[in-house]
């Protein structure tokens, strides 16, 4: 066990060789960006230009040219004393003076254990202290973070730590029913008898190293003496001499994001990307005003995507503001305890985490009083629960986001004074540094106002690229550094931006993004699978539900809950369908390619929806 509780003193209450990244995005600049005067730093700041769909966000607050571990420095110096950071799963509470303390003792350990700058280090489980101590030890080691989602399995796993060359992983050895350590012996059969730290693994040649968070076991170091082995004066100055290295322009870490071709990509963001946004959503969501109460997070989102790894822990860090960790994963109830103890002032979450939250039994009974604020990201946002967050949650001021993991997430986001209503029907304004366009999908030109196109974003927040994938990475980034979301969009004359489609197929339920060939592509494995179309059907709860739409081969029969438990144990939990349909055929065009939305308008009819 990672023995951070000795510290509880407060009341209890990327890139392999950097040529594979075919342009140095990180050094792009903003170009014709004229600075704002102060009385021009207002909403109306970013009003579209000439009757296009193009709009750039206020340059007034300027960009930060700093690591993590120099943020993290000047925080802990001007609020040693504030609250950091609360698990209340593991009875943890440190301030920020003590946070710093354990990340630079951590950040020394990882290098004392043969990390160094550049090398890929993944972190693979449930949130934790230990995922947020190695987020900020790695970064500020020089260490490349890899996010991995704790459901992956072992086919999943596999190929995530192969993609970005991992050297190193850290890990619980079990959560529920998701066995870590067995699962990664199913890779590396040789972990059991491997020398802690020196694994020789002949599926995965640069894994050597695994971290066990909480319990020894074999071929394993634990964290906890991997932290106590940079408690000394000669690792640390180990680690301040690594420091003196490092770039804001550095990669600091890698999210993996589903592809349409079912090969998942690992974007690669940068301190920079990661600095900027953090501290630009934090003055969005006011949180560098002083208040009558004193602002804290409630994080019930997980840590392995942007959301809560940017906007949780990042936010915190720039803007000395308290963060609350309720639960292992979402728990609706743990989270309306953790705002009731705590005195919550702001929630993050998916539309379906407030939608649970809101309907949770004896919701009365919590005490509500200081929540202020939020902020609903991850998917679209229903109207109606717009409206019944900010009046049953006491939210006042929630804001309505919008980003993808390759923009460091938030592109755009409402403002806490925006009227209910366009709060309730869009995502909000261009965040400050930002250009956005929306253009007509065949011609790459920019449509005019309220036309739907491709929404296309640049500046500070686009991505170093995906890793190691310089074609793919090309694809979605041109010449001119414009990345194309793939997400369908419009922009009206004040500049608000609404969603209102996905230019390709990707499901997203639960805020969980869900790209259908991949799921295709591990459902044609089944034996008695001749051919399989995976559509997206509406759900009042998670927004979205899988269907899969199966053709049998000739001869076979199979049941729904066959290919369920096919799917168990071999991919992540949310991946598996919720509704199997078998068909005969599927609806085509005349050249004979499959018209998925008209799949799925006859799924939802066929299921009742």
Not at 504 to 525: C, Q, S, V, W
Not at 548 to 563: F, Q, S, V, W
Request: glycine share 8%; proline share 6%; hydrophobic share 35%.
């Amino acid at each position: 066990m990672l023995r951070v509780w000795r510290l509880c003193t407060g009341p209890r209450g990327v890139l392999g060789t950097r040529t594979v990244l075919s342009r140095g995005w990180q050094e792009a600049r903003f170009r014709g960006v004229r600075p704002l005067s102060s009385r021009e730093v207002d909403h109306t700041a970013t009003l579209p230009i000439g009757g296009l769909s193009y709009v750039r966000g206020c340059t007034e607050s300027r960009l930060i040219y700093k690591t993590v571990g120099q943020c993290l420095a000047a925080t802990a110096q001007r609020f040693p004393n504030q609250e950091a950071l609360v698990v209340l799963h593991e009875d943890i509470r440190l301030t920020f003076a003590q946070l710093k303390e354990e990340v630079d003792k951590a950040a020394s350990g990882l290098l004392s254990i043969g990390l160094c700058k550049g090398d890929r280090l993944g972190m693979w489980g449930p949130n934790s202290y230990a995922w947020v101590l190695i987020q900020l030890a790695t970064a500020q080691a020089g260490i490349i973070l890899v996010s991995v989602n704790p459901a992956y399995q072992a086919m999943e796993l596999e190929y995530t730590l192969r993609k970005v060359g991992c050297k190193a992983l850290v890990f619980p050895k079990q959560f529920k029913t998701q066995q870590f350590y067995n699962i990664l012996k199913q890779i590396c059969p040789e972990l059991e008898k491997a020398q802690p730290g020196a694994l020789k693994c002949q599926r995965l040649p640069d894994l050597t190293t695994l971290i066990s968070v909480d319990t020894p076991l074999p071929g394993t170091l634990l964290l906890e003496d991997v932290v106590a082995a940079g408690n000394s004066e000669q690792r640390l100055a180990q680690l301040r001499h690594t420091e003196q290295f490092l770039s804001c322009y550095d990669p600091i870490n890698i999210q993996f994001t589903s592809g349409t071709t079912g090969s998942p990509k690992g974007a690669t963001l940068s301190h920079y990307n990661i600095v900027n946004n953090s501290n630009f959503l934090g003055k969005r969501l006011k949180l560098n005003l002083k208040t009558p109460e004193k602002p804290k997070i409630i994080l019930p989102a997980p840590l392995y995507h942007c959301l809560g790894s940017v906007g949780g822990t990042m936010v915190s860090v720039l803007h000395g503001v308290p963060f609350v960790l309720s639960s292992p994963v979402f728990n609706g109830k743990k989270a309306l305890e953790a705002i009731s103890r705590e005195r919550g002032t702001f929630l993050y979450g998916t539309p379906t985490m407030f939608v649970d939250i809101l309907n949770q039994p004896n919701f009365s009974s919590y005490d509500i009083s200081a929540m202020r604020a939020g902020v609903v990201a991850g998917s679209p946002a229903p109207p109606d629960l717009v409206k019944e967050v900010i009046n049953k949650l006491n939210a006042k001021d929630l804001v309505i986001g919008y980003g993808t993991t390759e923009n460091s997430p938030v592109t755009f986001t409402s403002f806490p004074d925006d009227p209910l209503e366009e709060r309730a029907h869009s995502v909000g304004k261009v965040m400050p540094h930002t250009e956005a366009k929306i253009v007509n999908m065949k011609t790459g030109a920019t449509v005019e106002l309220n036309t739907p196109g491709e929404l296309c974003i640049r500046g500070y927040c686009v991505m170093m690229g995906y890793w190691n994938d310089p074609q793919k990475t090309e694809e979605v980034i041109g010449l001119d550094n414009w990345y194309r979301t793939g997400d369908t969009a419009t922009m009206d004359e004040q500049g608000l931006c609404r969603i209102v489609g996905r230019s390709k197929d990707m499901i997203i339920r639960g805020g969980e993004n869900i790209y259908p060939a991949e799921l295709e592509n591990f459902l044609h494995t089944h034996p008695q699978v001749q051919e399989v179309q995976v559509v997206g059907v509406k759900d009042n709860r998670m927004g979205e539900e899988i269907c899969a739409c199966i053709r049998l081969k000739t001869g076979e029969e199979a049941t729904p809950e066959e290919i369920k438990a096919f799917c168990k144990g071999k991919i992540s939990h949310f991946k598996i369908p919720r509704y199997v349909v078998f068909v005969t055929d599927y609806p085509l065009t005349i050249s004979g390619k499959i018209q998925k939305f008209k799949l799925q308008k006859q799924m939802e009819q066929h299921l009742n929806l």
